[in-house]
C-alpha cells in the first residue's frame, strides 16, 4: 500500500513570497490533516478535513494560511505570504474511517529567508 | 485533551529493554493513550493505543496503571533504529475533530 505522498520535500523562499504544498492521501481515506512542527517541537494541527469538508481548522492562521482539498482526494496548503517565522516541516497524515492510526507523510521543510 | 509529561530524553543499551514513561494524572475515563514516534527527518508513526488494560504489538507494549495516571511504553529489544522522539498523547477515541496534541516528546537514544 502506497503511504502518503507530499511534495515539494524542500523550499526556500523569501519572506512575503507565496508557497504551496501538495499531498496526495493513502487511498480511500476519508480524514486528511495538515500539521506544521517547528524546529525541537512536536507537530501541531493545522487543518483536518472529512472528505472535501472542513473539520477543525482553530489552529490556522487564516489571515495567511489557506487549505482546500476539492475533490475530497489530494489537498493543498498555501500560505500568502509567508513570514520567517512560517519556517517549519509540514506534515500531512491521512486516516481510514474505521482506523485509530494517522498515517504520516515525510513532511515538506520550508524556510523562509 | 489531557495534558501529558515525558522526560525530555533517555538512553538505552541496544538489545535491552527501553521502557518510556508518560504522566497523565489528569486523563478522563474516555480517553485512550496513543504513542507516535517520529525518526529524524520522517513524519510521525503510530506505534500503539489503549484504553485500560495493557496491550502489546508487534512493535511495543504498552502498561498502564491501574489509576490510569500514568503509562510505560515498552519496547522488549531496542535496536538502534528505535532511536526517535517519542510521544504520549492522550484523546478521546474517534468523534469529529480527532487531530493529534503532540507534546515535546522523550528523545530516545540507543547506544551501540
Known amino acids: 500500500e502506497a503511504g502518503v505522498a507530499q511534495s515539494p520535500r524542500y523550499k526556500i523562499i523569501e519572506k512575503r513570497q507565496s508557497v504551496a504544498f501538495w499531498c496526495n492521501p493513502i487511498?480511500?481515506?476519508?480524514?486528511l490533516y495538515w500539521y506544521q512542527q517547528i524546529l525541537g517541537q512536536g507537530p501541531k494541527l493545522l487543518i483536518q478535513?472529512?472528505?472535501?469538508?472542513?473539520?477543525?481548522d482553530s489552529q490556522l492562521p487564516k489571515d495567511r494560511f489557506s487549505a482546500e482539498r476539492l475533490k475530497g482526494v489530494d489537498s493543498t496548503l498555501k500560505i500568502q505570504p509567508a513570514k520567517l517565522e512560517d519556517s517549519a516541516v509540514y506534515l500531512c497524515?491521512?486516516?481510514?474511517?474505521?482506523?485509530?492510526?494517522?498515517?504520516f507523510g515525510p513532511g515538506t521543510r520550508l524556510t523562509v529567508l | 485533551d489531557a495534558k501529558t509529561t515525558q522526560p525530555p530524553s533517555m538512553d538505552c543499551a541496544e538489545g535491552r529493554a527501553a521502557n518510556l514513561p508518560c504522566n497523565h494524572s489528569t486523563i478522563s475515563g474516555n480517553e485512550y493513550v496513543y504513542w507516535y514516534r517520529q525518526i529524524h527527518s520522517q513524519g510521525p508513526q503510530y506505534i500503539i493505543h489503549g484504553l485500560k488494560n495493557n496491550e502489546t504489538n508487534e512493535m511495543a507494549s504498552l502498561i498502564i496503571t491501574e489509576d490510569r495516571k500514568s503509562s510505560t511504553l515498552i519496547l522488549p529489544h531496542a535496536t538502534l533504529r528505535d532511536t526517535a522522539v517519542y510521544y504520549c498523547i492522550v484523546r478521546v477515541r474517534g468523534g469529529g475533530a480527532d487531530g493529534l496534541t503532540f507534546g515535546k516528546g522523550t528523545h530516545l537514544i540507543i547506544q551501540p
Open positions: 497524515a491521512s486516516r481510514g474511517l474505521v482506523s485509530n492510526e494517522q498515517f
Open positions: 478535513f472529512q472528505n472535501n469538508g472542513v473539520v477543525d
Open positions: 487511498s480511500g481515506h476519508a480524514t
